[in-house]
């Protein structure tokens, strides 16, 4: 069978296992993207995420996360809300947290992929799959695979899907036909991500200083939030996505068709005052296998206070 052929296949099972787009790129090194880091990192903006730092030749080259590794195959999946919280005034949590964690979704859906190469195209199949949990540059991937570019709020944007995706990866040792036309930047002279942080996190066009961005500072941060930001929260409790739903490329999302992320009404219908009053068993009832508990129930309460 012609490889051309196994790249058919991979993107017609994709698809039917939910992803909105696949792409695939040839592994190298990524030279660009390794100076681009380097900088960030030097500068301090990646703030408490010690962790950006480690494994950094790992981060830049996936030849050595994966060795004999030639192929990465990146994946989006939309999961814009149809769905909205309901009351105006209750503290707003990020879309992407709305309904189950992702990555328990994703990994099962790469997972049922990777089966489905080995046993059906290339028996010798060896790799791994990663969901937003290892030291891999997706957005940088998913760029190079032609899915869409990054955009000046540092999210990658699809012309299709806008920047409401999860990004994920097969990183394997089957040597695919890679005919990539990247996409063009299409940020054109629109500064509207720019112009709408209340923290000032976007200190120029691609880059994100994670000690301002409000994103980091209620679900990476562990400590206190600095006072300087009081009052400039917007009422985002968890998260926040300013930055995107200002993107005219998010102006014409479509709403995701995976279940698993479809918000439940227990947490569409709480009140300020549910949030407010929220303990510590009322959140693992609402939030059980949910983004949110990444900050803990503490980390939630610290938030809720700092928006009064």
């Not at 990994?107 to 990777?114: M, N, T």
Request: aromatic share 12%.
């Amino acid at each position: 069978m012609l490889k051309q052929t196994y790249t058919q296949r991979i993107v017609e099972k994709a698809l039917q296992f939910g992803f909105s787009d696949v792409g695939f790129a040839k592994v190298i090194r990524l030279h660009d993207e390794e100076k681009k880091l380097k900088d960030w990192l030097d500068t301090g903006y990646n703030a408490g995420m010690e962790y950006m730092a480690n494994h950094f030749e790992k981060r830049v080259d996936p030849s050595l996360l994966v060795p004999g590794a030639k192929t990465v195959i990146s994946f989006l999946l939309n999961y814009y809300p149809e769905q909205k919280q309901i009351h105006n005034d209750a503290p707003k949590v990020s879309k992407y947290a709305y309904g189950k964690d992702y990555h328990l979704t994703v990994k099962g859906k790469l997972k049922q992929l990777f089966d489905f190469i080995k046993e059906e195209i290339y028996p010798d199949l060896e790799g791994r799959y990663f969901v937003d949990s290892a030291p891999v540059l997706d957005r940088a991937w998913a760029e190079h695979s032609g899915l869409g570019w990054i955009g000046k709020n540092t999210n990658l944007i699809s012309k299709r899907w806008g920047s409401f995706v999860f990004i994920s990866e097969l990183i394997i040792n089957l040597e695919l036909p890679v005919e990539v036309k990247m996409v063009k930047d299409a940020c054109g002279s629109c500064t509207r991500c720019i112009d709408a942080c209340p923290t000032n996190a976007l200190v120029e066009p691609h880059t994100l200083d994670a000690n301002r961005c409000i994103s980091y500072l209620t679900i990476e941060s562990r400590g206190d939030i600095p006072k300087e930001f009081k009052g400039m929260f917007e009422n985002w409790v968890f998260g926040c996505d300013i930055c995107q739903d200002v993107c005219p490329w998010n102006s014409k999302s479509i709403p995701t068709e995976e279940p698993d992320f479809y918000p439940s009404n227990d947490f569409l219908n709480l009140t300020k005052e549910d949030w407010n009053e929220m303990d510590e068993s009322r959140f693992n009832e609402i939030f059980k296998q949910s983004p949110l508990k990444r900050t803990k129930y503490a980390g939630l309460r610290r938030n809720i206070e700092f928006l009064k």
